[in-house]
C-alpha cells in the first residue's frame, strides 16, 4: 500500500485536538488518530466528534485493548472508529475476539507491539489471526532516552505479509528511513501536534515521502548523550525543571554579572568560607566548557573575584556557581563572564587548601556530581545528572515545543486558562 500518514491526537481535550486535525488535514494527513489520552480524558465522544468533523478520513481509536475486546471493539466501532488499536501482549483470546468484533461491527483491526512483546515468534503467531495490521510503537520514554531504532521494524517487514505501522519520534528527518526498514502506515505525533503550523509539517513530511528525501527538522529531534548540549542551549530552565517535576532547581544562587545562558558539565569544588585554594586550583583542572561548582557552606568571606574569572575566561569555562560569597562584581560584570552566587562581599579569606576537588556537593536539596549538567539563565540555575542527561533533554524539547503550540494559539485567541480548561483540571473537593 502507499504511505499513510496517521495523525495521533494525543490531547487531552476534543477542541485542541480538532484545531490541529483540521490543519493537518489540509496538510494532507491521511488518518486521524483519537490519542490513548484523548480517549481517556474526553472518552469516545471524541471518535464520535472525529467522525462528524472528518467523514472522508480514516478514524483510528488507539484504545489499547488488554481485555474485553469484544465489548472495546464493538463501542469504539459504533462511534464511528474505522480501525481499532489492540495491545500484542493482550491474550491470544482477547485478540481473537477483537478481531471478530471487529469484522461484525464493520472496523479493522491493528495490533500494536510495544517493548515485551516485540518478538518475531509472537509477531507471527498474531500475524496468524489475520489482523488487518501490525504496529511496532517505540514508547514515549523511551524515546526520551533518544533511543529510536527500526531494526524490529525491519525483521518484521521480512516475515510477515500484513501491513505494518510505525510510531514514535517520526518527523521529516527519519519518515523515509522508516518507509525504507518496511513501514506503510507512518504514526506522526509530535513534530505535527506541537508544531506551530502543523499544515506546514505535514506538508514537508509529505515532502519528505514523496521525494523519498530526508528533511532536516529543525524540532521534534530526539537528543542521545553525544549531543545533549544542543539541546541545552535551546531550552530555558524553565523548561528543564519543568522536564524533572519542578525539581533540578539550585535555590539561592543569583546572578551577579548580566545574566547571559550558559551550560557545561560540573567540576565540583567543596571548600570552607573564605578558602579560595581549591576553588583556584580547580580552573586549571577544568576543560573548555565546563562550569565550575563551589561549596562554600554558604557563607563568606569571597572565594571567588575578579582574578579568579580572568583565569576562567583564559580557560573559556562556561561559568562558576557559588554556595558562598563573591566579590569584585563589577569587573566581573564588565568581563560577561556567567557568575551566580548566594552571597557578595568584599572580604576574602585565604588559600588554605583544606578543600576536595571533583566530590560530590550538597546546595540545598541539590546533590551535584562531578559531570552531572549545570545550566543557568536569568531565572537560575539548574542541575540536571549526567546519567539522565540525555531523557531530561528530550523531556525539556518536549515542554518547550507543547509551549510552542500553546503559544500559538493563544495567540489566535483565548487565554492560557480558556485553551488548556483549566477549571476542568482542578483537584475535586
Partial sequence: MNPVI???????????????????????????????????????????????????????????????????????????????????????GTIKESIDAARNYGAKILVDFM???????????????????IGVHIPIDQQMTGNISFDFLKVLAKN?????????????????????????????????????????????IRKAIDTGTSIRSDFFKRYTDKDVIEAFARVSTANLSD???????????????APVKFYGQAITVRTYPGDWAKPVEAVDIAKENDVIVIDACGLPPAVWGELATESAVKKKLAGVVIYGAIRDTEEIKKLEFPAYATLCCPQAGEP???????????????????????????????????????????????????????????RKGGTLSEITHLLRWEKQK
Wanted: contains cysteine.
Fill in 6 to 92: 496517521q495523525i495521533a491526537l494525543d490531547f487531552v481535550d476534543v477542541d485542541r485536538a480538532l484545531k490541529v486535525a483540521k490543519e493537518a488535514v489540509r496538510g494532507g494527513a491521511d488518518w486521524l488518530e483519537a490519542g490513548t489520552p484523548l480517549i481517556k480524558s474526553c472518552g469516545l465522544d471524541s471518535v464520535r466528534t472525529l467522525r462528524n468533523q472528518f467523514p472522508n478520513n480514516i478514524i483510528v481509536a488507539d484504545m489499547k485493548v488488554l481485555d474485553a475486546g469484544r465489548t472495546e471493539v464493538e463501542i469504539a466501532a459504533k462511534s464511528g472508529a474505522d480501525i481499532v488499536v489492540v495491545m500484542a501482549n493482550a491474550s491470544d
Fill in 115 to 133: 517493548e515485551e512483546a516485540c518478538s518475531i515468534e509472537r509477531a507471527k503467531k498474531v500475524a496468524g489471526f489475520q489482523p488487518d495490521f
Fill in 160 to 204: 510477515i505479509s500484513i501491513p505494518i505501522a510505525i510510531a514514535g519520534g517520526l518527523n521529516s528527518e527519519n519518515v523515509v528511513d522508516a518507509i525504507k526498514a518496511g513501514a506503510s502506515i507512518l504514526i506522526i505525533g509530535g513534530a505535527v501536534t506541537k508544531s506551530e503550523d502543523a499544515e506546514k509539517s505535514v506538508r514537508i
Fill in 243 to 257: 522536564a524533572m517535576h519542578r525539581a533540578g532547581w539550585i535555590p539561592g544562587v543569583r546572578p551577579i554579572s
Fill in 352 to 410: 588554605k587548601g583544606l578543600g576536595e576537588i571533583n566530590v560530590p556537593v550538597q546546595i540545598g536539596p541539590i546533590k551535584i556530581l562531578p559531570g552531572d549538567w549545570i545550566i543557568g539563565d536569568q531565572d537560575g540555575v539548574v542541575c540536571v545528572p549526567r546519567q539522565k542527561a540525555a531523557e531530561i533533554a528530550n523531556r525539556a524539547m518536549d515542554v518547550f515545543e507543547k509551549e510552542n503550540r500553546l503559544r500559538v494559539e493563544i
